[in-house]
């Protein structure tokens, strides 16, 4: 059915993600009274008529995707006046006449407009046949005077922005290799050609993992024999790119022991003639907390000794609240990891854990601005991430992250199970048994086989680690603990 009108009333919402539906008739004018709106994805649906000239009047739009429609009409000019409008994407529909060279327009890296036959005009780069031109008597001399003038003008400036673009470009990327020496401490260069030979062709028997943007392999340095972890990013995927320049980014300035070490990365053109780009880590023996905490499940032959102790959960968890307080407060501009999950917990071989993969990463302002409850300043947060351990709140989502994985790492129970339903999450479940019944819901392979003089103490362990991470994960965003607060209370336990 039609997205209702009445929509125009949800004066907070921030993102409206409806792709892939069956929603038709047209976008109700009144989408554009949504003054918070950030994001609107309707992409995948049969919404048909025009697009209403109102979602020019969003200011804070940063992605509006209604591809894959039935759209028709003109493209309204006042798309072109959003300034924070970074994607738009308008392909797929059956919009025409001239699009506007205005804004977002004239970035066509950025916008969309493909698979609309009656369009014209627009970026010279959109290569789209040009508008007709329609000459009145009256107006004639003044016409040929226009197209003497104005279309060589015009064009010089379409080539100045064109050859602007590629300039910013070509910085951009001169930026990204010019920073590669500065991840090469004490390491041996290598190159792209290196990386391949060191992961045998990049085979899917060194496939250590695989997430949205990219896929990991194990490899031996041929030069030093150094084991490392070789992330592949699958450029095709749109956002991989983003996705590897947010990593460079968040990782080019921090050095701290429990973040996974960067050695250098590699961007460079393949055989095939593609974009290749890697990043190179140290390689991470144990594997990751997920794997950890699962992999023994079910597994009648492990032996407690494989088990991982409270103690090492605790140091794991610390290793990690030390590494979160490092981003969150010791940076010029705090960093928000946004994707925080045990799969991207690693471990050395001393079992040690060190926070990985931020393709996700987010800088914020400043560390001394506040982080909460302004809307504001999640202006520049998206929600991504793994279903089960994100929140939509910049620092205060890292930090529910952070709590979910806290208490998941002692109950050893995924917060998406099937148990945690209807309510149930696992941090009520904590609740609902705080404190007497804790010792009944932890991992039963913490408590077993202790002495009761030490299961005591290990007890009250237990409840004071639990209490922090049901501060992160229940209190409001503006009441949540800061890391600062969580690391120095478990460094306490
Ligand atoms: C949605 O549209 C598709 C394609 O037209 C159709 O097959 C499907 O039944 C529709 N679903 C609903 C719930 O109407
Ligand atoms: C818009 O949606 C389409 C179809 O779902 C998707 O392929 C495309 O990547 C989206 N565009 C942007 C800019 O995210
Ligand atoms: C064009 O869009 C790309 C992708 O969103 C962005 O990185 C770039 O800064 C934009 N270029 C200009 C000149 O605004």
Not at 150 to 157: E, K
Not at 161 to 168: E, G, K, N, T, W
Not at 200 to 224: A, C, E, M, P
């Amino acid at each position: 059915g039609p997205l209702p009108t009445e929509v125009g009333r949800a004066k907070q919402l921030q993102y409206l993600y409806l792709s892939s539906n069956n929603l038709s008739s047209g976008i109700p004018d009144t989408l554009g009274n949504c003054d918070s709106m950030e994001y609107i994805e309707l992409d995948q649906n049969f919404l048909s008529g025009s697009i209403p000239a109102s979602l020019g009047s969003i200011r804070n739009l940063q992605v509006l995707n209604v591809s894959h429609n039935r759209l028709s009409g003109s493209i309204p000019k006042s798309i072109g006046s959003l300034m924070y409008l970074e994607q738009l994407d308008l392909s797929f529909n059956r919009l025409e006449g001239e699009v506007p060279e205005i804004g977002i327009f004239k970035n066509v890296t950025a916008s969309w407009v493909d698979g609309n036959k009656g369009l014209c005009g627009g970026a010279a780069k959109l290569h789209l046949p040009a508008c007709p031109v329609i000459p009145s008597n009256s107006t004639k001399h003044v016409t040929s005077t226009v197209l003497k003038v104005v279309i060589p003008l015009v064009s010089m400036v379409s080539l100045a922005v064109v050859i602007s673009v590629l300039l910013f470009w070509r910085r951009k990327r001169k930026k990204i290799y010019m920073s590669l020496p500065s991840f090469g401490r004490k390491f041996p260069r290598v190159s792209c050609h290196d990386l391949d030979r060191a992961t045998d062709g990049f085979s899917t028997s060194n496939l250590i993992g695989r997430g949205g943007y990219s896929s990991v392999y194990k490899g031996r340095l041929l030069q030093d024999g150094t084991i490392v972890a070789v992330k592949v990013f699958t450029l095709e995927t749109r956002g991989a790119q983003k996705s590897f320049i947010a990593e460079c980014n968040a990782l080019r300035n921090v050095r701290h022991r429990n973040l996974d070490p960067i050695l250098t990365a590699c961007s460079s053109i393949d055989s095939k003639g593609n974009d290749f780009k890697a990043l190179v880590y140290e390689f991470m023996p144990k594997g990751d907390l997920h794997a950890l905490l699962y992999s023994a499940l079910g597994d009648e032959n492990t032996s407690n000794s494989e088990r991982i102790t409270l103690a090492q959960r605790l140091s794991i968890v610390v290793d990690v609240a030390d590494a979160l307080e490092y981003l969150h407060h010791d940076n010029q501009g705090a960093i928000v990891h946004c994707d925080l999950k045990p799969s991207n917990i690693l471990l050395d071989d001393n079992m040690t854990a060190h926070v990985g993969d931020f393709g996700l990463a987010r800088f914020k302002a400043g560390p001394t601005q506040s982080y909460f409850g302004d809307s504001n300043s999640a202006s520049s947060t998206v929600i991504k991430g793994t279903i089960g351990y994100v929140a939509p709140v910049s620092v205060a989502g890292d930090i529910y992250s952070y709590g979910i994985i806290l208490l998941e790492t002692f109950l050893r129970k995924r917060p998406t199970e099937d148990m945690f339903k209807d309510g149930l999450s696992i941090t009520n479940f904590v609740e609902m048994n705080f404190p007497a019944g804790i010792s009944q819901i932890v991992d039963s392979d913490l408590l077993q086989d202790r002495p009761v003089a030490t299961k005591e103490k290990d007890l009250d362990c237990l409840v004071s680690v639990l209490n922090v991470g049901f501060c992160c994960t229940k209190l409001s965003p503006s009441e949540r603990p800061n890391m600062h607060e969580v690391a120095a209370s478990l460094h306490g336990v």
